[in-house]
T-cell receptor
Framework: ETGVTQTPRHLVMGMTNKKSLKCEQH?????MYWYKQSAKKPLELMFVYSLEERVENNSVPSRFSPECPNSSHLFLHLHTLQPEDSALYLCASSQDGLSRQPQHFGDGTRLSIL | AQSVAQPEDQVNVAEGNPLTVKCTYS??????LFWYVQYPNRGLQFLLK??????LVKGSYGFEAEFNKSQTSFHLKKPSALVSDSALYFC???????????????FGTGTLLAVQP
């Protein structure tokens, strides 16, 4: 149990569908992250939220839309995705301002685009 | 710019033998260094970190890592490998000279450790 829960664990969707990924952390952290993990590529940081405000968006396509309603919850809304978006999407949390502390990861959502 | 290199895509070792997974880094300031492990169908799990002080850091499951500033390396080691250690290992670095969530954790591409019985 990592303290970071992601749902669903697996998602198959067509390119015209709209779906959302959910992340919840029970660690009392105030920063949350979305990462994309593709085979044979470095982990890609997509979005960073600190104190519920987006502080970084690493040039992610607009078909990915994050939402952070409070410090414990993070969503990634998906629409009109492309086949190259198939990947493992990981959520993480940490205590902002404490660079020495590790990030804690959920088990990810395996996304497949048909 | 910060970067991390894991030069080996895969490391093979026999059970009971010592293992080493290599990592080198580049930061403009002083580093915080981390190792994570990822088992199949799971997220990344924190193993150990170097912050300051003793260059030899001990972590979970009998793993340790040695910080070498002159060689800018942070290799992961274990004296005696177990089959259950087989997983994907990631090294990560952060520049410790400023804080905040925008101080990104930069990951390597990962090294697959395969321990044969």
């Amino acid at each position: 149990e990592t303290g970071v829960t992601q749902t669903p664990r697996h998602l198959v969707m067509g390119m015209t569908n709209k779906k959302s990924l959910k992340c919840e952390q029970h660690l009392g952290h105030n920063a949350m992250y979305w990462y994309k993990q593709s085979a044979k590529k470095p982990l890609e940081l997509m979005f960073v939220y600190s104190l519920e405000e987006r502080v970084e968006n690493n040039s992610v396509p607009s078909r990915f839309s994050p939402e952070c309603p409070n410090s414990s919850h993070l969503f990634l809304h998906l629409h009109t995705l492309q086949p190259e978006d198939s990947a493992l999407y990981l959520c993480a949390s940490s205590q902002d301002g404490l660079s020495r502390q590790p990030q804690h990861f959920g088990d990810g959502t395996r996304l497949s685009i048909l | 710019a910060q970067s991390v290199a894991q030069p080996e895509d895969q490391v093979n070792v026999a059970e009971g033998n010592p293992l080493t997974v290599k990592c080198t880094y580049s930061v403009s300031g002083n580093p915080y260094l981390f190792w994570y492990v990822q088992y199949p169908n799971r997220g990344l799990q924190f193993l150990l970190k170097y912050i300051t002080g003793d260059n030899l850091v001990k972590g979970s499951y009998g793993f340790e890592a040695e910080f070498n500033k002159s060689q800018t390396s942070f290799h992961l080691k274990k004296p005696s490998a177990l089959v259950s250690d087989s997983a994907l290992y990631f090294c990560a670095v952060r520049d410790r000279d400023y804080g905040g969530a925008t101080n990104k954790l930069i990951f390597g591409t990962g090294t697959l450790l395969a321990v044969q019985p």
